[in-house]
């Protein structure tokens, strides 16, 4: 009970508790769509998931501050790419947060001459650009990881053979996806962090992409993937350990 009072009296835990619940009506709202005596159960949903989205936006009134104060973090990582990848972050997530003000500004009715789909194209695309960035530092950790995987094996495969010319799954033509797939798997398993982060990066972008016109797809694909990234970030705000760090 303790842990859960610390998780809730934090406004990122908060966030993420009403973002897993407007994504869970998005995707029961589409899963029940289809059914001709759910009208009312569809409706209830459909006013749920915009009375939680509408409280979301009080929570994210100050992220242009944490968004900038991570941006001062990550330009001093030690690392290139991280901090690159990082830096551009950010910032894309500054003027992201910058729009959502705006839109929030012009939904209570503080300024009506607000152009709406301009402010929100914005958005999604900075919001888009913010999370491929992100993406590019995940890949970058998972190929260190997968560098480091790989001269694991070859060392333990050279302890147990003395002989490392010897056969190994790579060197079939035929087998060289299942052993990239392998040693991928045995590299997030070793790195529970950075498999979050790449599993909230992936689901997060399908929204972007969608309002953008990328890629299209449907509610229920957007709710899946907003609430596993829901639950994802509740976890590393739950067991802040598990949050990828900037080194």
Known sequence: ???????????????RLFRATQYTCMLLRYLLEPKADKEKVVMKLKKLESSVSTGRKWFRLGNVVHAVQATQQSIHATALVPRLCLTLANLNRVVYFVCDTVLWARSVGLS??????????????????????????????????????????????????????????????????????LLLFRSLRR???????????????????????????????????????????????AWPQLKLKIH
């Not at 495969?157 to 060197?171: K, N």
């Not at 962090?193 to 990066?201: A, E, G, Q, R, Y």
């Not at 449907?218 to 590393?236: D, E, K, W, Y």
């Open 112 to 181: 009506s001459s607000i152009n709406k789909e301009k402010w929100r194209t914005w958005a999604a695309r900075h919001y888009c650009c913010s999370l491929l960035l992100s993406l590019a530092r995940d890949l970058y950790e998972i190929s260190l990881q997968m560098e480091r995987a790989a001269r694991d094996k070859a060392r333990r495969d050279e302890a147990l053979s003395r002989d490392p010319l010897g056969h190994s799954v790579a060197d079939e033509g035929t087998e060289w996806l299942q052993a990239f797939l």
């Open 191 to 237: 790195h529970p962090p950075l498999l979050l982060d790449t599993v909230k990066n992936l689901c997060d972008i399908l929204n972007p992409l969608d309002q953008l016109g990328i890629y299209k797809s449907n509610p229920g694909v957007i709710g899946l993937g907003g609430l596993v990234s829901s639950v994802a970030g509740i976890i590393t705000v």
């Open 1 to 15: 009970m303790e842990a859960f009072t610390r998780f809730t009296n934090q406004t990122q835990g908060r966030d």
